[in-house]
Structures are given as C-alpha cells and as structure tokens.
Nanobody
Framework: QVQLVESGGDLVQAGGSLSLSCVAS????????MGWYRQAPGKQRELVAD???????NYADSVKGRFTISRDNGKKTVYLQMNNLKPEDTAVYYC???????????????WGQGTQVTVSS
C-alpha cells in the first residue's frame, strides 16, 4: 500500500518561511494530481494548492503570491514553499494524491498523516 509522508512543519514567526515536503513510498508507476490541504482547529479541511503531473498549478486565493507548489516526478515528491507566513496559516497541512498507479493496481485519494504548521504573531 502506498504511503504519503510529510515533513517540514514547524513553529515560525509571522513573516517567516517554511518548506514542506511529501514523498510517496511504495512500488509506484505513476502519480496523478498532488496537492496540499490544511485544516485549522474548528474549521473544515481546505485546498491550499495542487499540481498536475505536467506541472499545472492551482492555488487558493488566500495563498496566491506567497506559496509555491512544485513536484519532482522522479522522486514522487511534492513540495510547498511558504513565504510571508501569517498567523491565519496555522493549521495541520496534509498531502493528497488523487490517483496512484502501483504494482497492485490503482489507488485513489490517498492522504498523508499531516504536519503541523504554527505561525506566531
């Protein structure tokens, strides 16, 4: 079974930067759209950004101009560079892949365990 493992969450001051990574592990042939979501306490999980295998990106309005999503298809890894962080960016950040083709067939809607990002004012 495919696993998504995030890293990079931390405590940072407002205006600072963080870089998140998420790697898909297992015997993987192809990876579909990779995305980052976040969930703050008492709020619903929301899309932050996603990226297709061809490099097309999509961002939430709240992070446009501050966050950059990228991926390395060879490494089965997606990254999220977060600059000019604000206290309202505080949340657990989750990695998601919509479709992964493995040696045992396709898997859909896979999630990582989440990584905490805390931005202090």
């Amino acid at each position: 079974q495919v696993q998504l493992v995030e890293s990079g969450g931390d405590l940072v001051q407002a205006g600072g930067s963080l870089s998140l990574s998420c790697v898909a592990s297992g015997i993987i042939f192809t990876v579909g759209v990779m995305g980052w979501y976040r969930q703050a306490p008492g709020k619903q999980r929301e899309l932050v950004a996603d990226i297709t295998s061809g490099g097309y990106t999509n961002y939430a309005d709240s992070v446009k101009g501050r966050f950059t999503i990228s991926r390395d298809n060879g490494k089965k890894t997606v990254y999220l560079q977060m600059n000019n962080l604000k206290p309202e960016d505080t949340a657990v950040y989750y990695c998601n892949v919509d479709r992964i083709t493995t040696s045992r067939g396709p898997e859909y809607d896979r999630w990582g365990q989440g990584t905490q990002v805390t931005v202090s004012s």
